[in-house]
T-cell receptor
Framework: QAGLTQPPSVSKGLRQTATLTCTGN????????AAWLQQHQGHPPKLLSY???NRPSGISERLSASRSGNTASLTITGLQPEDEADYYC???????????FGGGTKLTVL | EVQLLESGGGLVQPGGSLRLSCAAS????????MSWVRQAPGKGLEWVSS????????YYADSVKGRFTISRDNFKNTLYLQMNSLRVEDTAVYYC?????????WGQGTLATVSS
């Protein structure tokens, strides 16, 4: 099953803005959107954004998600040291009837 | 508070079997689909399998189809993953996740190691 495409790494400075991307196709991202997950080393993933781009309770307003066609984006403003983590996107593929994940983006805060 | 607690991981030889469990609490278990997602050492997340709230529908990744079986006991609030014919490449931390339309809560994971 083909996964979603994410850049392997992104580096930004403290208090800068990072935009992470996730590219799929008409059967997954374009169809129902993509969710975003954050994972710190040694910890389980944590949901940051639902596929409808809404944030779960307790997630910082510095994070916002959007979608344009086959590409979903996660924007993090005012980068903090604790934002340094791996970020994954996920989507339901309506053609394959499977979940698909991106390969993950390692965000480094300089 | 939603809690998901996986167990059953361990070391097994290639060709062997393991049964993973995920004990759920803090939500109405039989109202939600559930999933297993794994992460090989140093790698990304890989979806393994999902099951609907009533167990009517099950879904599998091609990499495990025919070898793994997902099931649930809604009376015991527990999710299972029976893993047979295990391969070295199945070595991973296995997470269970609550599926509310997205994977909104995750357990801490259990490590399954397949090695001779």
């Amino acid at each position: 099953q083909a996964g979603l495409t994410q850049p392997p790494s992104v580096s930004k400075g403290l208090r800068q803005t990072a935009t992470l991307t996730c590219t799929g196709n008409s059967n997954n991202v374009a169809d129902q959107g993509a969710a975003w997950l954050q994972q710190h080393q040694g910890h389980p993933p944590k949901l940051l954004s639902y596929r409808n781009n809404n944030r779960p309770s307790g997630i910082s307003e510095r994070l916002s998600a959007s979608r344009s066609g086959n590409t979903a984006s996660l924007t993090i403003t005012g980068l903090q040291p604790e934002d340094e983590a791996d970020y994954y996107c996920s989507a339901w593929d309506s053609s394959l009837s499977t979940w698909v994940f991106g390969g993950g983006t390692k965000l480094t805060v300089l | 508070e939603v809690q998901l607690l996986e167990s059953g991981g361990g070391l097994v030889q290639p060709g062997g079997s393991l049964r993973l469990s995920c004990a759920a609490s803090g939500f109405i278990f039989n109202n939600y689909a559930m999933s297993w997602v794994r992460q090989a050492p140093g790698k990304g997340l890989e979806w393994v399998s999902s099951i609907s709230d009533s167990s009517r529908n099950t879904y599998y990744a091609d990499s495990v189809k025919g070898r793994f079986t997902i099931s649930r006991d809604n009376f015991k609030n527990t999710l299972y993953l029976q893993m047979n014919s295990l391969r070295v490449e199945d070595t991973a931390v296995y997470y269970c996740a609550k599926d509310s339309g997205d994977h909104d809560h995750w357990g801490q994971g259990t490590l399954a190691t397949v090695s001779s």
